[in-house]
């Protein structure tokens, strides 16, 4: 079966598939302007009979359904999402790998915004849960992370909150960003772990940081598999960040500086 197709718009977005996977691009589509910088692409496309062409802008807004398709379109294959298993989570633990996990997080643009953000800081997995709500890497998903989406990997898993909980009994410290009653997060809260039977700090587990829908937070499954719950403070006049703003924090402190 013909897998289903998705457009990468934007110069940055397809010149990082580009470097990453030049033989995923199917067609190539792109006004005058534009063409005059990815000569080198579309050779390489005319040597393996792929179409590429130069079109109006009325025919690029067609193709990539939006207006917002930054002078070029890559067309490329729906990527296919998959479940990471055992051994993949202990590779994790043991290569102590940051992970952001997205609880039904809806918003094509902020898992966009939310993988640019990963992908800046070295962040190189993230894990959605197979829900209707939950937002899968799409047209829009792709322009919004400017190629942060190239940079890192996007896998699926049938229950959330039981791979939140093996994460846990594997090793890690699983952390759920709460709008409110989780502990404060300020400089300097960070967490440290002592091993049994040792008096000074071991080094810390490695971590995955949860962070739940945009209008309902974190589900209360989620919520009980977390070894620890964070909460940004804030003025009170404004009840919560955007998740892709408190999403950016929250790697920053939990998961890169650390």
Known sequence: MKRAEINLCGLVAV???WRRDPASILRLFFD?????RVGVISRALAANRKVYRCVETAELERIADT???GGIVAVVAEPVLETPKPAQILAWVRHREPLLLLDRIGNAHNLGALARTAAFFGVRNIVIPAHPQAAIP???AYRISEGGLEALQVWRVSDLAAFARDLAQAGYQVIGAATRGGETLRPGTRPKFSKPGTRGPAPSKPAALILG???HGIAEAMTAACTRLVTLPGGGDVESLNVS???ALLMWELLVHR
Do not use: I, S, Y
């Open 15 to 17: 010149r990082a598939r």
């Open 32 to 36: 005058l302007e534009t063409g005059k």
């Open 67 to 69: 207006v917002h398709h």
């Open 138 to 140: 799409n047209d829009a």
């Open 213 to 215: 829908n945009e209008e």
């Open 245 to 247: 703003v408190a999403g």
